[in-house]
Each structure stands twice: as C-alpha cells, then as structure tokens.
C-alpha cells in the first residue's frame, strides 16, 4: 500500500462522516501556499510570474493553522513557490504535525538535503518532490541541468532519514510514455513509496503555452503509461482517478474538493484559477459559483483539465459515496492488472521530441532574481 493504513482509514472515516452528515461540498486536502518565491522558473508554471512585492510575501505559522483549522481537512499540501525558502516552514510542519494532519510537503528538493535537518520523521509528514521524468527530461522541463540529480540526492538522503517520500510529475505535450515508465521503475528502486502523475494545466502565466496536453491527447498518453503496469509500481493516488486519465471514467470537476489558501486568501474557484479571493473558507463556499467551473460547464478555462486538484477529490468522492463505487476501487486495487494490448502497440509509436518544436529556454535572470529575493525577505 503506497500509504500508511491509519492514513487511509482517516481520510476513509472522514469522507463518510461527512457524507452522513449530508454535506454536498466538503473538502479533502488543503493546499496551501505560503509563499510563490521559488528557486526555479519553470516553462510550465505561471507561480513565479508574480511581481517582485508579492514574491516577497509569505504566511506566518498562525496564518497557516488557522486557513487548515478552518477547513478541516485530514489532509494537507504545501505546494508553493519552493516552501523551502520559507524561514518559519519547519514551524509550519511541525504545528500541522502536532494537529495529526497528514502533511505533504511539496519541493523541488534542490535545498531538501540541506534543510533536512529542519525536520523530524513522522507518519504525518512526507516529503512531496516533484520530479518530471528521468533526468534530461526533467531538468528540460524545470529549465535548470543538474536539477534530477539534485533532486535525487535528496531523496535518497530523506529515506535513509527516515522519511516518507513521494513523487508528483507533471507530463506535457511531447512527453515518451516509454521513458516515464523507466522513470517509475527508477523511483521504485530508489525507495520511493508512492508516485503520483497528472498532465499540466495551461497556467495564463507560464512562459510556455505550447506543450499543454488537450484532453484526448492525455487520455492516450496516460493509457499507454498506465496500462500493463508493473506490480511493483506504488501509486499515491485515488485508483479511480487514474482509470479517469486513462479515459475509463468520467468525473465532473469537484474544485472545492482542494481547496487553495495563499496570502491573497482563499482562492476561486481553485487551486489552478483565480477568479477572486474570498477571506474565509466558509465565504468560498457560499459565494462561489461553482456552474461556472468544470469541464461541463463550458467554461474554456475548464476545457482540458484533468489535473489532480480538480478531479482527484472526484475519484475519492465516487470510491465512498455508494457500495458500487468502494468495489470498484477495491476491484482496481486488488484486482485489475489493467492489461491492454492496444495500449502496448501505443507504446511502439514514435513520439516527437519536445525538444524538436517550440523550444523553452533556461530563464537564468529570473531565477537568480527569486534566489536574491529568497535570500533577503
């Protein structure tokens, strides 16, 4: 199992309390963002293209216990910007740890190996690193050489720790199914305990806007990956979320089902678009027009997205909300090798480089800008 069993019977628990309780919307995991500054400028995320006095700001430790104690979820991402370069996250952690909330600490792990010391082991905190693929496809992707094996050391450093460590990957456009499975199989050697995938979302303000995948392009690409997988692969996500990227299900978009806590406050309607703040996490719900948002709603923002944020919470939703949908989920877990000959002769395809069409470029100043400013807030 890719987590730990009291982990799985909290989030279990908690679902169905809620579901007794009759609530139509209710959280899952809290993501929160205390702060955008990161070390990287990568193509695919508009994060970093804040200005120079937003970058600067962060939470303060009471600020995050109190967006968390407001939401109530069992669970909690730390995605940012780096969290890293934040001087109060090992306050942070340790006050969400101390709550019993299943913390996931989100980093690019360049700085993982050097502030471990910050931290201390506990079911309660895994370390979340994103990591795009094997090595030349990663630093491709993060716009920085070096970056995997950065990354790797300090994976391998947390787990010798005694840490729990997990993997999130973004794939975009022009990515080689053949590789992203070698790259599963890397992770599992090196100790990793689950992996989790999803294809990019089209950020307004990410430098790139040509390698996002549509969504038939995705269905595709995540059935080549996923069919036929190796027992040995550990998957940190909802099972019912994987059929629905590999196009055997389909979910409508739960975007209050992660909701996102930054200094601007609680987003709208999510983690992945801002179309307005809202001061408490009970005024998100209320005053949120969630018909205007999901792929069914016509909305062109909403029109390609699959990523987890939005339809991760929709996957746990289903597995909980009848009998039909926990043998489903038990079937997929215990059961289904998900073999699929037409998926393998995908696999045969060529692909085209990403490299070869619509080249990023190593954004050098910008980073070095983001490290000063790290350095000095």
């Not at 050697?189 to 990410?206: I, L, N, W």
């Not at 975007?255 to 001061?279: E, H, I, N, R, T």
């Not at 949120?288 to 987890?308: F, I, L, Q, R």
Request: proline share 6%.
């Amino acid at each position: 199992m890719a987590v730990p069993v009291s982990q799985a019977w909290t989030v279990a628990t908690y679902v169905l309390k809620q579901k007794i309780k009759g609530r139509k919307r209710f959280p899952l995991v809290t993501m929160l963002e205390p702060l955008f500054r990161c070390n990287l400028a990568c193509a695919g995320c508009g994060k970093i293209q804040y200005p120079a006095h937003i970058l600067k700001q962060e939470l303060s430790p009471e600020e995050c216990f109190r967006a968390v104690e407001e939401s109530g979820t069992p669970m909690v991402s730390i995605p940012g910007g780096e969290p890293l370069l934040h001087p109060q996250i090992d306050k942070i952690v340790e006050g969400l740890v101390a709550r019993k909330k299943y913390v996931y600490m989100c980093t690019n792990a360049l700085l993982l190996k050097e502030k471990l010391h910050l931290f201390k082991p506990s079911k309660y905190l895994s370390f979340s690193v994103h990591l795009d693929g094997q090595r030349e496809h990663h630093d491709f992707s993060v716009c920085r050489e070096g970056g995997y094996d950065i990354a790797l050391e300090g994976i391998k450093a947390a787990i010798a720790a005694g840490f729990r460590v997990t993997t999130n990957t973004t794939l975009f456009d022009g990515a080689d199914p053949n590789s992203v499975r070698a790259f599963f199989d890397e992770l599992m050697e090196v100790g990793v305990e689950g992996m989790m995938v999803a294809p990019g979302y089209t950020y307004e303000k990410a430098p790139d806007q040509k390698h996002f995948l549509g969504r038939a392009r995705s269905r595709r690409l995540f059935r080549s990956i996923l069919s036929n997988r190796k027992k040995t692969w550990k998957f940190n996500a909802s099972p019912m979320y994987m059929e629905f990227l590999m196009g055997k299900r389909e979910f409508a978009c739960t975007p209050w089902g992660m909701p996102a806590y930054s200094v601007f406050g609680w987003q709208k309607p999510c983690y992945l678009l801002q179309d307005g703040y809202a001061d408490t996490f009970q005024e998100l719900i209320d005053t949120t027009d969630w018909s205007n948002y999901g792929t069914e709603s016509g909305n062109p923002k909403c029109a390609n997205c699959m990523v987890h944020s939005g339809y991760e919470a929709s996957g746990v939703y289903y597995t909980f909300g009848s009998l039909h949908g926990l043998i489903d989920t038990a079937m997929a877990v215990f059961f289904d090798k998900y073999e699929d000959r037409g998926a393998l002769d995908l696999l045969n395809e060529p692909v085209k480089p990403v490299h070869s069409f619509n080249p990023l470029i190593q954004i050098e100043t910008k980073v070095n800008v983001v490290e000063q400013q790290g350095t000095t807030a």
